[in-house]
């Protein structure tokens, strides 16, 4: 499982056998069958006694709590097609700002005050989305048929570990360049120097890759520069860690590096596809360490990197992944888990038959 030396020439992607299928209709099937995967739409926390609309792959969504459970519905009034976010939670059920119409748990009219008498047509009910709500965040599936179960995030659960939450943001690209901007270990002594990784040490450590289950798998040791991110570790001296990296597909990483004094740092992000070009991100860091410290360095810590990756990561085209996947050059080892996560996107494409 070795990555290949790094000082090998750019190789050609056939060389790796991945056939030219994200062409335009290979991009077309992989933007529909992600329907059939769970995504983040939202916060947990965010959802409390008013609906909240949300937007993934296109669809207009609202999330409300009824019935003791998170409920995701098409945005849609099926009277006249109001947007139902604008409504409001009455007596547990969804309440239509427009005519009045309420919505059950289930999806179904329960009243329509214009008319008379309790007759209400069958019809009358809303599109429902599966919906879960797991480890601080809303997940939804388009389709009735996940093909993957929602991704772990073991510190949400565990004892001895502080979560603080990332504020949500927005980009201005696709998931697919999101996630493999986050995966890039190339790009840090440039865009982070002095954060993440230094310009003296460039290179880039040959670095296992492999699948396991729904996830590809990576992992490696890191030097990286003493760093607010780690306030409670003091010094000034570069701190080495093991890290391992799970991406769920296809959208979610979660990040685990363990310090020579056993101390431990997550990062869990979680990329949802608004549309074709543009993501929305949801983090959430954990640390066994300085438990009893305040939140705010370690979230502004976030919000530099991201800042300093977004001009870049909006600024590739296309925006999507290259619908000629030769379009780019690849660096042996390097590359490798680009390479990887490329290669099981084309088989994403298409849902697995029944």
Known sequence: MSGEAMNDPPIAVDEWSLTNQLDESGEERLYRALRHFWHPVAYAAEVGDRPVPATLLDEQLVLVRLGGEVRCFRDLCVHRGTALS???????????????????????????????????????????????????????????????????????????????????????????????????????????????????????????????????????????????????????????????????????????????????????????????KRVRSFTFNARNYDLEGEDREYIEFQQVIVSQDQPVAESQRPEELPMDLSAELHIRGVDKISLEYRKWLVELKDPVEA
Request: with cysteine; net charge negative; aromatic share 14%.
């Open 86 to 276: 604008l409504g409001w939670i009455e007596s547990d059920e969804l309440r239509c700002a427009y005519h009045g119409w309420t919505y059950g748990p289930d999806g179904v009219c329960t009243k329509i005050p214009a008319r008379f008498g309790s007759n209400i047509p069958s019809r009358a009910k809303l599109t429902r989305f599966l919906a879960q709500e797991r480890d601080g965040l809303v997940w939804v599936c388009l389709a009735d048929d996940p093909r993957f179960p929602i991704p772990e995030f073991p510190e949400a659960r565990q004892e001895g570990f502080r979560v603080a939450t990332i504020p949500a943001y927005d980009w201005n690209c696709s998931a697919t360049r999101r996630v493999e901007n986050y995966v890039d270990f190339a790009h840090f002594p440039w865009l982070h120097d002095g954060l993440l990784a230094s310009r003296e040490h460039p290179e880039v450590p040959d670095h296992p890759v492999w699948r396991e289950g729904p996830e590809l798998r990576f992992e490696g040791v890191r030097m990286e520069p003493a760093s607010t991110n780690k306030p409670a570790m003091g010094g000034g001296e570069p701190i080495q860690s093991r890290t391992e990296y799970r991406l769920f597909m296809p959208f979610t990483i979660w990040l685990h590096q363990v310090y020579d004094d056993d101390r431990e740092f997550s990062l869990f992000m979680a990329a949802s596809p608004i549309s074709r």
